[in-house]
């Protein structure tokens, strides 16, 4: 299959009954193609079989035929439904033999949890098929397996996100690198991350800013609930002229993007967010009625969240709206929860009750029941307070319960990332 000629491709083969039950999602593969293609090694082929030794070797054949690397994950444990091993084994025709080295990790692994003798079925873990060669596993028990067959590089995985990661990191981005050394053409790749603006419109007005085309970089666009991603990519050239033909279309573009464009290392607004926060010295409180503690979770999910965030009030109730954070029984009775002086009343007083400076409020009608004909389901009025001012928003969000709040807590962090950037940088607001 291997040619001395043509840039390598890689197949991909997952293995488990969950991933095809939908009990798990296959983030595996999404994060090997990303990897491999950026290696340049693109994937162009991918299987996802159940834990059925025949079905993994006729995935794994079939990959051969296309493939110049081929990397099977899940199935290496100790357990029954752990195939692969010995379905790929089986198929080339290769034994299994016990390793010293991965027996004695496993047994002093063993003796650090207080027992004395590793069970027999943890010592299927140590067989190696003959001649693979073995990739340490710096997270777990399972070694990644590296075996050569009619003329590609197959690689067994484990199947837990952490471990593979871990051996891709280490030694088999080390292994794909020199065994396709002087074929690799990377694929350059600038992601662009925008929200707030519908997928159509967004493509639009960027076909009507680009009626030419993108010339040699493809660009597509990724949506999902939070926003659309722009992602441009280049092959067949170096970094530095795909980073000018990036720069040219970000640039063309560049007032077509501005109101919706954001920027994070990890793609996560939360982050774009945090950042601006910790730049400026302030301290975020956070009140979500609809959202029910989103906000306040993606943004504890960050590394140093106690920096930035001074705590947060599921005021789901009104009796908490009123006892909790002192959103008079007035703007309640007159204007309703959902509203735009509830919604700047809850922004305004969790940031003094908590000694914050700046506020987010967030009231809505999430469903898929409790909507009316004045505020139908995924009505939505969030609010940013901050420097004794309060900005408002009110939106309809489509989509069922889940896109409803996904997209309000999205919207709700925009908003302030902007209140931030319009305020500039240095300077800690004043809390009370």
Same mark, same amino acid.
């Given at each position: 299959?291997?040619? =001395? ?25 999404? @994060? ?8 340049? *090694? #693109? ?5 996802? &079989? ?6 993994? %070797? ?14 099977? +994950? ?41 027992? $004395?003798?590793? #069970?027999?079925?943890?010592?299927? =873990? ?62 350059? &790749?600038? =992601? ?21 085309? +993108?010339? #040699? ?15 441009? %990519?280049?092959?067949?050239? +170096? ?32 982050? $774009? ?16 009625? /609809?959202?029910?503690?989103? *906000? ?23 009796? =908490? ?20 002086a509830v919604a700047a009343a809850m922004a305004r007083e969790v940031a003094r009750v908590l000694g914050a400076d700046a506020g987010i409020g967030v009231t809505g009608v999430a469903g898929?029941?409790?909507? +009316? ?7 939505? @009025?969030?609010?940013? $307070? ?7 928003? /009110?939106?309809?969000? #489509? ?20 209140a931030l950037e319009a305020r500039g940088e240095g300077g800690a607001g004043v809390r009370g």
């Amino acid at each position: 299959m291997s040619s =001395v000629g043509r840039s390598p491709r890689a197949a991909l083969v997952t293995v488990g009954d969950e991933l095809l039950l939908g009990q798990t999602v296959d983030t595996n593969a999404a @994060w090997l193609g990303r990897e491999l293609g950026t290696l340049g *090694i #693109p994937v162009v082929r991918r299987h996802t &079989v159940g834990d059925i030794s025949s079905e993994i %070797q006729a995935a794994v054949a079939d990959a051969l035929t296309v493939a110049d690397l081929v990397v099977v +994950t899940g199935g290496l444990g100790p357990t029954p439904d752990d195939l692969t091993r010995d379905a790929v084994a089986e198929l080339f025709g290769l034994p299994l033999l016990d390793d010293a080295e991965v027996l004695e990790s496993l047994r002093a692994r063993v003796r650090e949890r207080g027992a $004395a003798e590793l #069970p027999e079925p943890n010592r299927r =873990v140590a067989q190696v098929p003959a001649g693979a060669l073995k990739l340490t596993n710096p997270f777990g028990t399972a070694p990644g397996l590296a075996m050569e067959r009619d003329g590609a590089l197959v690689v067994l995985l484990p199947g837990v996100p952490r471990e593979l990661k871990g051996i891709y990191a280490g030694d088999l981005r080390r292994l794909a690198l020199e065994r396709f050394s002087g074929r690799l053409s990377p694929v350059h &790749v600038r =992601v662009v991350r925008t929200t707030g603006i519908p997928e159509s419109v967004l493509a639009q007005r960027v076909a009507e800013r680009l009626p030419e085309g +993108t010339g #040699p970089v493809r660009l597509a666009f990724l949506p999902d609930l939070r926003g659309v991603d722009l992602r441009f %990519q280049a092959t067949d050239m +170096t970094a530095a002229d795909a980073e000018g033909l990036f720069d040219a279309l970000v640039g063309t573009l560049e007032d077509v993007l501005a109101p919706w464009r954001f920027d994070a290392p990890s793609g996560d607004l939360a982050e $774009a967010v945090s950042l601006a926060l910790r730049s400026r010295g302030m301290r975020l409180a956070v009140a979500e009625s /609809c959202t029910g503690g989103l *906000i306040t979770k993606r943004l504890t999910d960050l590394p140093g969240a106690s920096d930035i965030l001074a705590g947060g009030v599921v005021a789901y109730a009104n009796k =908490v709206k009123m006892g909790v954070l002192g959103v008079g029984e007035e703007e309640l009775g007159r204007h309703g929860a959902v509203s735009k002086a509830v919604a700047a009343a809850m922004a305004r007083e969790v940031a003094r009750v908590l000694g914050a400076d700046a506020g987010i409020g967030v009231t809505g009608v999430a469903g898929p029941e409790g909507g +009316t004909p004045e505020k139908p389901v995924g009505t939505v @009025w969030y609010a940013v $307070a901050a420097d004794g001012r309060v900005e408002t928003r /009110c939106e309809r969000f #489509p989509g069922d319960r889940e896109a409803v709040r996904e997209r309000a807590a999205q919207a709700a962090l925009f908003l302030l990332l902007r209140a931030l950037e319009a305020r500039g940088e240095g300077g800690a607001g004043v809390r009370g």
